[in-house]
């Protein structure tokens, strides 16, 4: 019985490449304040602002540099 993290491979004449991954650490947060980021509506252009009633940073097409200022257009 193989543990978790083994593989056994057994062949007699073909010759078998196999490589084996195991996932690695997470990586640092989004920011070193613990804060999450909500891109899930991101659009083309998206601005990140921070929703401080969601405690959330938020990059959506709401705030995009379209519509940044009435008619604007960068």
Avoid: Y
């Avoid at 083994?6 to 650490?25: K, M, N, R, Y």
């Avoid at 899930?40 to 995009?64: K, L, M, Q, Y």
């Amino acid at each position: 019985m193989s543990s978790p993290n083994s593989v056994t491979v057994s062949q007699v004449s073909d010759v078998t490449t196999v490589e084996i991954t195991t996932q690695g650490p997470q990586g640092p947060s989004f920011a070193s304040s613990g804060k999450s980021l909500n891109d899930s509506n991101v659009v083309d252009g998206s601005i990140v602002r921070f929703n401080s009633s969601s405690d959330t940073f938020i990059a959506d097409s709401t705030v995009t540099v379209t519509n940044i200022v009435d008619g604007g257009n960068f």
